[in-house]
């Protein structure tokens, strides 16, 4: 089962997204900000990220560097 990490701080976005996700038979991990993601990804090993790029605390670009070195698309 493939696995995808959602960055998202939109509770019903984030909702909407898990629900689909998981229908379309994902395994699916989420943070709800940055200050979650890194805790995540030293947890988990997904297959894809999805990212919100306006976050409540920061940019979702300024995770691409740890997706990268992860080998995450």
């Not at 947890?43 to 976050?55: E, F, H, K, N, S």
């Given at each position: 089962?493939?696995?995808?990490?959602?960055?998202?701080?939109?509770?019903?976005?984030?909702?909407?997204?898990?629900?689909?996700?998981?229908?379309?038979?994902?395994a699916?991990?989420?943070?709800i900000?940055?200050?979650?993601?890194?805790?995540?990804?030293?947890?988990?090993?997904?297959?894809?990220?999805?990212?919100?790029i306006?976050?409540?605390?920061g940019?979702?670009?300024?995770?691409?560097?740890?997706?990268?070195?992860?080998?995450?698309p």
């Amino acid at each position: 089962m493939k696995h995808i990490f959602v960055v998202e701080d939109d509770a019903s976005i984030l909702q909407l997204l898990k629900m689909t996700l998981k229908h379309g038979g994902f395994a699916v991990s989420w943070a709800i900000g940055l200050s979650d993601v890194k805790e995540e990804l030293d947890r988990i090993d997904p297959d894809l990220a999805v990212i919100d790029i306006g976050l409540k605390d920061g940019l979702g670009y300024e995770i691409v560097p740890a997706l990268k070195e992860k080998n995450i698309p």
